[in-house]
């Protein structure tokens, strides 16, 4: 098999191994006694999710889910909604309003199901009383460039919203279950799209704390806000909490599994480095490639051939204004950089299918990526220092589109060496 195929291949078994309907229907839970059943949820999957549960549900459904624009499915009973992600939007705004209203009146015999996955932060603008929906999209800008892990951001970001962390669960008398793909690395179900549904032990201080580590430069009223007890989200031991139930229906470790197995069935060796790699992302590009230059030169620590295999979710520190991509796409390139001259390839992804402002789900990088960049005119290092690497891997035919996948389990990368 042709390399990039290969390594294509890799990724979809990894995306079909976070299909939900499997983890769904292995975590059904028991129907109402008498009661109504409401669905509710968000995130780049959440359309996929809610077809998956109608495919199994026995019994009335009713509800809706937010997710983006362009990601909706056909359902049968379950509104989708479309709103704007990676920067929230006014649809989101009544979209989060909506799913407030939907379970507001529901009693205890009533069951809520909350479809959750990877992109809910954004997807559901909440703002609190005295900031707007403006406030809210500077938040997410200022974050989005900062560099700070998916963790530290929704800690911040629960904290400054009436939705998320564990807020919209918080809402009803209704029974709760939660069913979850998790982007996250470390699966913490209270992180992923910042908790609507999980409450955490996290406070408002660690997001001041987080503030200022990052030195993130956020307007007074919120920093107002965080300074007041208005801040505070509900804690786990709440009792309105004792009768949810929460389940991680896919992870990035399963999918993980998945590619390995059909790197085996294919004559290449596969090791998981990890599920949960965080960092910028051309700082863990470097670390990837040194691994991969020293199984290409030496044999150590694997033979070759070899592919190996991480997951998680790096950052991206903005350094320039204007640039297009990704950080699968930073990574790529600065892996393209490091292991030139070397017979290695590599594909970098983000598992739903886009990474960052364009629609490519990342890119495809070996050892002639520099070389070809400067035959067409580019130099792939400042390329990198305008954070601009779908433009350079545009121009050489390196980027890696899927569209759509209806799953998020996050980042995904394989690195083939012969």
Known sequence: MEDRNFLAALFHAAVNAADPLTGIRNHLPSPPNGGRTVVIGAGKGAAQMAAALESVWQGPLSGLVVTRYGYG??????????????????????????????????????????????????????????????DEIALNEVLLASGAPISAMNVVRKH???????RLAAATKARVVSLIVSDIPGDNPAFVASGPTIPDDTTRHDALAIIEQYRLDLPDAMLAHLNS????????????????????????????????????????????????????????????????????????????????LSGGETTVSLRAKGGRGGRNGEFALALGLAIDGHRITALAADTDGIDGSENNAGAFADGTTARRLRGAGLDARKLLDANDSFTGFSAIGDVFQTGPTGTNVNDFRAILIR
Do not use: W, Y
């Open 73 to 134: 499915c056909r359902t049968n009973s379950i509104e989708i909604l479309e709103a704007s992600h990676p920067v929230p939007d006014a649809a989101g705004l009544a979209g989060a309003k909506r799913l407030m209203q939907a379970i507001s009146d529901l009693n205890e015999r009533d069951l809520v199901i909350a479809l959750i996955c990877g992109g809910g932060s954004a997807l559901l603008p909440a703002p609190p009383e005295g900031l707007t929906l403006d």
């Open 160 to 166: 400054l919203s009436t939705i998320k962390g564990g």
């Open 229 to 308: 007890s208005a801040a505070d989200a509900p804690t786990p031991d709440d009792p309105v909490f004792s009768r949810h139930e929460h389940f991680v229906i896919a992870s990035a470790g399963v999918s993980l599994e998945a590619a390995a197995e059909v790197a085996r069935a294919n004559g290449v060796t596969p090791h998981i480095l990890s599920d949960s790699i965080e960092g910028e992302a051309r700082d863990v590009a470097l670390v990837h490639a040194a691994l991969a230059r020293e199984v290409a030169l030496r044999d150590r620590p694997f033979s070759k051939p070899a592919v190996l």
